[in-house]
């Protein structure tokens, strides 16, 4: 971020702490070139005010408010309709965000995320064409638990950070 950049953003009032925060989760110091460590930022500081235990729709707003604040565009609810012999179909999917026309963001309030959040997020990427996408699961009470950065080159059988040991090894054994 430039020098420039840095000053506007605190003349506009627009706190730095939450997008330095991400380091922690991401262990880059740099942040993605696709600059998802901003959406990543919002979602902190969406967490960080609320905590975990909210429905996935407050989340929702409330993100969709915090990417307003952090001058960042975005479209929520998009239909995603499945294109079958080419004809476009309405099957009811939709996305939560796509944002500065990049980033793809999927949002859960689960106990835990399961490889069907992951396939999901991969499927959207998938049939959007976009390279990123991001599975923020809020129900978590460090948000770098529940957050999984994901890219088109990823394979479905990626397991969730909240996994327990268990399901790992039944992992392991059904691939040997």
């Not at 997020?121 to 978590?140: E, I, Q, S």
């Amino acid at each position: 971020m430039s020098q420039f950049s840095v000053s506007w953003l605190k003349h506009a009032g627009i706190r730095l702490a939450p997008l330095l925060a991400m380091d922690a989760i991401t262990g880059n110091k740099n942040g993605f070139a696709d600059g998802s460590s901003d959406v990543i930022g919002a979602c902190i500081e969406v967490h960080r005010h609320l905590g975990p235990g909210l429905l996935e729709s407050t989340y929702e707003r409330c993100l969709a408010h915090e990417l307003t604040l952090r001058c960042l565009s975005f479209q929520r609810q998009l239909v995603l309709p499945i294109c079958y012999k080419g004809e476009h179909l309405d099957c009811g999917y939709r996305i939560d965000f796509i944002v500065a026309e990049t980033i793809l963001v999927e949002i859960k309030a689960v106990e835990r995320l399961q490889a069907i959040h992951t396939a999901q997020v991969l499927t959207y990427l998938k049939l959007t064409g976009l390279d990123t996408g991001l599975l923020v699961n809020f129900n978590v009470p460090v948000l770098k638990h529940g957050l999984r950065r994901l890219t088109r080159k990823q394979t479905l059988s990626v397991l969730p950070s909240s996994c327990d040991h268990e399901s790992e090894a039944q992992l392991r054994k059904s691939k040997v």
